[in-house]
């Protein structure tokens, strides 16, 4: 599977963005599909995950009720919707795919990784 992010950019504080990520390959719904971050000096954490299926997420409490992450199956992508940004927001950004349907926050349970985007939030 390979993994191609897109969408990153500077926005203002509670502005939003919407990162794309294509995935190569025709079993993309038999992936689970998650976001993770990693802002400078920092260790990569968990954003949002989706199931393979689309019908289950899970969220850190950071971003929970700012970020919606959501798929397209017949498009082999997976978006990640953000609004009400903060600066501590501010970090590379990547997709991930876990080759079984269920999204769980733990970043060495994924197998495959996108380049990153950088998202950057002004204050």
């Known amino acids: 599977v390979q993994l191609q992010a897109s969408g990153g950019g500077l926005v203002q504080a509670g502005g939003s963005l919407r990162l794309s990520c294509a995935a190569s390959?025709?079993?993309?719904?038999?992936?689970?599909m998650g976001w993770f971050r990693q802002a400078p000096g920092k260790e990569r954490e968990f954003v949002a995950a989706i199931s393979g299926s689309g019908g289950v997420t899970t969220y850190a409490d950071s971003v929970k009720g700012r970020f919606i992450i959501s798929r397209d199956n017949a498009k082999n992508t997976v978006y990640l919707q953000m609004n009400s940004l903060k600066p501590e927001d501010t970090a590379v950004y990547y997709c991930a795919a876990r080759p079984l349907p269920i999204p769980v926050p733990t970043t060495r349970t994924y197998d495959y990784w996108g380049q990153g985007t950088l998202v950057t939030v002004s204050s």
């Open positions: 390959g025709r079993t993309f719904s038999s992936y689970a």
